[in-house]
């Protein structure tokens, strides 16, 4: 899954370097974290195959749909947003979608959900 | 020595193409509402397969539905919206928008609420993206079947 784990690479790095000095971006790899206590937090996982290409008996080029999720106590996400969709494009130009954004009223919190597709 | 060509029965074909024209959106349609059945059947598929818990509070922790979210969902069905019409081009969408609410611990809730809840997650629920994967498996079904339609409706016009 060299595309995916490149895009992984490329969120994490939101952590570091550009991110915002004072504002971190947890992020957890294909699966699922608890709320980790921070203004900001981020999700990336594989979500299930979507088409595969079959060739001499044997699935090939695999298409993985996989999602990028936001939680932010900002409204405007604290600048994750615009970083979090420029990574997708630098990645998978034209393969991601918004697919979510709503509001948890029961934390507080904001949540964007991007949907992409990878190969593996 | 010059060769001849003629061509005859145009009449008929033209009719024909005129008779085809007129039922176009008629035909359209027909396929677009097999489509969108195999859609909703797909959902309703995964709706079934969603997994379930015992309820509890965003503020107790982490959890997966419950199973009362799950059957409002089952219960609700993927609905098929009034179709959009322009000319031969017919269009219709699939899913829970205009599912109305449905009790829950006490409380009225948007059906198409919990649906997003399930199927995007939450800060406390894990995504299980039902709708997305039904699109993506019913998709090439319902293409094929819509494919279907339209030729065997045209078969039929020039057979008659």
Redesign the interface.
Known sequence: MSQYQSLVAALKSLTQGEAPATVTLPMAENG?N??PDTESYGIV?L??E??AFWADDRKKDIVY?G?A?L?SKSKNGAGWVQLITETLTAYCDGCWSL??H?Y?R??G?F?W?W?FEVTD | MPYEMKVDGMAEISDMLEKMAEQAQGVASQAVYVGAGIMAEEIRKGAEGIKTAPFKYAKEGTRLPSPEEKAIVVAAGAGIAKFDKNGTEVSTSVGYRASGYAELNGKKKPIPLIVNSINSGTSFMSKQPFVRKAARTGGTKAMAAMRDKIENAFEEMIKK
């Open positions: 699922w608890t709320r996982s979500d299930f979507a088409d749909e999602s999720d939680f697919n979510s709503t948890e029961d934390t919190l949540h959900e949907t």
